[in-house]
């Protein structure tokens, strides 16, 4: 398999959003096109550095439910110890989700789960030493090499791109919200 079968878009200029708009415009006058040079861009950034990730923890031995349940613990603090309700919370996935993080991670000696002593029916889970040497070290891989991919921006323009990302998020997020409902 060459490079350009597993990568459909090493090239910048692989489907272009301007091509793209271009062509609805001709196909389908009228339709509403603004969107293309936002939204495509984003599709393509978010496919490939979702692959470079996944390759990073790869190489690291971890796959990506593990380490985002290890670092929702981790950034917790000391005693990095969270309720599986409040884990749930913050990585944005179902109860049944972490469930089965939890079990996968416990069985690999990465946290130890233990009932709540307050007499509630809740679910303790801690960071071992061996969760807190793991995430560190993944954490720095992966942060590492995403600082590398964005190095191409100087530091304002990061912070003008995060800002507008921020808000475009934000924005979608209440739109589908109140759509939701």
């Known amino acids: 398999m060459v490079d350009g079968d597993r990568y459909p878009f090493d090239s910048v200029s692989a489907y272009p959003a301007a091509e793209i708009s271009a062509a609805w415009q001709r196909e389908r006058p009228g339709v509403p096109v603004e969107s293309i ?5 984003i599709w393509r950034l978010a496919k490939l550095l979702a692959d470079d990730r996944r390759r990073v923890l790869q190489a690291c031995g971890v796959d990506a439910a593990t380490l985002d349940l290890l670092s929702v613990l981790r ?9 599986t309700r409040e884990i ?3 990585a ?3 109860a049944g989700a972490v469930s089965q993080r939890v079990a996968r991670a416990e069985r690999e000696g ?5 009932a709540a002593s307050d007499g509630s029916r809740s679910v303790l889970v801690t960071l071992t030493q061996a969760g807190h040497a793991l995430v560190d070290s993944v954490v720095d891989q992966v942060l590492g090499r995403e600082a590398e991919l964005v190095r191409g921006l100087v530091p304002a323009e990061r912070d003008e791109l995060a800002a507008l990302l921020d ?3 934000q924005d ?4 589908t919200r109140s759509e939701a409902r």
Request: positive net charge.
């Open 92 to 94: 944005l996935v179902t």
């Open 37 to 41: 040079a936002i939204v495509t861009p």
């Open 167 to 169: 808000r475009l998020l």
């Open 75 to 83: 950034r917790a603090g000391p005693p990095y110890r969270l309720t």
């Open 172 to 175: 979608v997020v209440v739109q």
């Open 110 to 114: 990465l946290v130890q789960r233990a």
């Open 88 to 90: 749930a919370r913050r």
